[in-house]
């Protein structure tokens, strides 16, 4: 089973391809045609953690020595606090211990975390080099991957530091989701729900339909080429829209606003970012009702949804609502002191407020 979603930027365009055993064709992918994506013969740097490269860098690496392509491997350690400048550094030196030249790329075999970071470092080296991200988490796949958001974070804050640079191919084996933890698949599923909810209603009703959606076992090809397509192509639709998040590119942060309180007050610890993100969708969910953005009874659906793929719906205990209030205002999603919401608008569809009071935030968080 193959799908390939156009990413049609006017000044990059790339393709996103979702092919069973996709790690064993990259290299065929990357040096096809007259015009290959990156030139047989170049160098390419494989960034990746240890316990992926373990299971998948071996063909991911044979794949590209058999394209023609000299493949050296940058191992860097795995977890979101290790998303700092220090592991661009380590990439960098691999960088200038292996002569990466700028006609070279970076390959990022990992979830969101070793993607942002290779992006990020592809984005600066030698002033931009090409990047490939070969996503193996659900949440990367579906999200990180696409539309060249790329970064570390700062002591202050996540994602502080970064720059928008586009892979040049993205691809994704949705068979590595076999050994993906359910916890994480799970968080990535929050994301998918998003995409149903906020940009393709046939999604949301697909995920409604499916028996169960809350273990990759349950899925099915068929299921999960459906549900990873659609998604890339609501992210490709909505990047290709809006690029540098002018407007559009925003409702991609449905959820996101309570979600990011909600990571941040716990520390990043106990809730991880699909879990907030879920959570977050539910607090939306309940604003845009009273505020008639959609109906109750869709509400009840999202959250239906939401509790069928075994995600969290509600707010920890501990967390105090001032709390999450005072910290949503120094968020990255406030305008002028107001923060922006993204509030669905019916099934399949969303647009981003700056009209929404403190008081009414209270209301749901209470509710
Ligand atoms: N993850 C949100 C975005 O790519 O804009």
Request: aromatic content about 6%; proline content about 5%; some cysteine.
């Amino acid at each position: 089973m193959q799908s390939v979603i156009p990413v049609p930027l006017p000044h990059q365009p790339y393709e996103v391809v979702v092919a069973s055993a996709g790690l064993d064709h990259l290299g065929a992918w990357l040096a096809k045609g007259e015009t290959p994506l990156v030139k047989p013969g170049q160098k390419l740097l494989l960034v990746s953690n240890p316990a992926i490269f373990k299971r998948y860098g071996d063909r991911a690496r044979a794949s590209l020595t058999q394209a023609g392509y000299t493949v050296e491997t940058c191992l860097l350690p795995a977890g979101e606090r290790y998303k700092t400048l220090s592991s661009i550094q380590k990439i960098y030196d691999a960088a200038l211990g292996f002569h990466l030249e700028r006609k070279s790329a970076l390959v990022a075999l990992g979830g969101g975390v070793v993607g942002d970071m290779t992006g990020f470092a592809a984005a600066t080296w030698l002033r931009g080099v090409s990047v490939v991200q070969v996503p193996t988490s659900l949440l990367a796949m579906v999200d990180a991957s696409i539309g060249g958001k790329t970064g570390v974070n700062h002591p202050q804050g996540k994602n502080l530091i970064g720059a928008f640079h586009q892979p040049r191919l993205v691809m994704i084996d949705p068979t590595v989701l076999k050994t993906l933890p359910t916890r994480e698949f799970r968080a990535g599923m929050a994301e998918v729900i998003k995409y149903g909810v906020i940009w393709d209603r046939d999604l949301f009703e697909t995920l409604e339909a499916a028996p169960r959606i809350d273990q990759y076992r349950y899925l099915g090809d068929e299921l999960l080429n459906t549900i990873l397509t659609r998604s890339c192509q609501a992210k490709a639709d909505v990047v290709s829209q809006d690029e540098k998040e002018a407007g559009l590119r925003a409702i991609l942060n449905y959820g996101h606003t309570i979600g990011h309180a909600v990571e941040s007050l716990m520390r990043y610890r106990g809730v991880n970012h699909g879990e907030a993100v879920a959570i977050g969708m539910v607090a939306a969910g309940k604003i845009a009702t009273s505020l008639n953005y959609w109906t109750k009874p869709e509400e009840t659906r999202q959250l239906k949804l939401i509790e069928k793929a075994r995600l969290p719906t509600a707010i920890p205990p501990q967390l105090a609502a001032d709390d999450i209030l005072t910290l949503l205002q120094g968020d990255k999603k406030v305008e002028d002191g107001q923060v922006r919401f993204v509030m669905p608008k019916g099934l399949g569809a969303a647009v981003v407020t700056g009209d929404i009071t403190r008081a009414q935030i209270l209301a749901a968080l209470a509710a």
